[in-house]
C-alpha cells in the first residue's frame, strides 16, 4: 500500500537517515489498536508509531518501538513497518481516517 497523499507512491520512504519515523498525528492515516501494546499509526508517508493507552505492557511496547526503530534504520518505509507489524499481530482491524481523531488517547 502508497502513501494516502499520493496513490500514485508504492513505498513511501523512511526519512533521511535518522534512527526513527517522524510524522504527526494529522491528517490522513491508518491505524490500529495491538492488543497490550498501544495504538499503531502511519500516515503512510513518514510515520508510523506505537502510543502508550494505559495499560499497557511497557516492557513489551518498548520492544516493537525499538523494532521500529530499526526498520527505520534499514530503510524500511512507514507503509511497509505498519503492514508488517499489523501482519505479526494477529491482522487487527486497520482504521482510516484523520489522525487527529487519535488525539483523545
Request: aromatic share 6%; hydrophobic share 35%.
Given at each position: 500500500?502508497?502513501?494516502?497523499?499520493?496513490?500514485?507512491?508504492?513505498?513511501?520512504?523512511?526519512?533521511?537517515?535518522?534512527?526513527?519515523?517522524?510524522?504527526e498525528?494529522?491528517?490522513?492515516?491508518?491505524?490500529?489498536?495491538?492488543?497490550?501494546?498501544?495504538?499503531?499509526w502511519?500516515?503512510?508517508?513518514?510515520?508510523?508509531?506505537?502510543?502508550?493507552?494505559?495499560?499497557?505492557?511497557?516492557?513489551?511496547?518498548?520492544?516493537?518501538?525499538?523494532?521500529?526503530?530499526?526498520?527505520?534504520?534499514?530503510?524500511?518505509?512507514?507503509t511497509?513497518?505498519?503492514?508488517?507489524?499489523?501482519?505479526?499481530?494477529?491482522?487487527?482491524?486497520?482504521?482510516?481516517?484523520?489522525?487527529k481523531?487519535?488525539?483523545?488517547?
Amino acid at each position: 500500500m502508497g502513501s494516502l497523499s499520493d496513490p500514485n507512491d508504492v513505498g513511501a520512504a523512511a526519512i533521511g537517515d535518522t534512527r526513527f519515523y517522524g510524522g504527526e498525528r494529522v491528517g490522513p492515516g491508518r491505524w490500529a489498536i495491538l492488543d497490550g501494546l498501544g495504538i499503531l499509526w502511519t500516515d503512510d508517508r513518514d510515520g508510523v508509531q506505537l502510543s502508550y493507552v494505559d495499560g499497557s505492557d511497557r516492557d513489551a511496547a518498548n520492544g516493537l518501538r525499538r523494532a521500529l526503530t530499526d526498520a527505520c534504520r534499514r530503510g524500511e518505509s512507514a507503509t511497509a513497518a505498519f503492514d508488517a507489524t499489523v501482519r505479526e499481530h494477529g491482522n487487527p482491524e486497520v482504521e482510516i481516517g484523520d489522525l487527529k481523531t487519535l488525539l483523545n488517547y
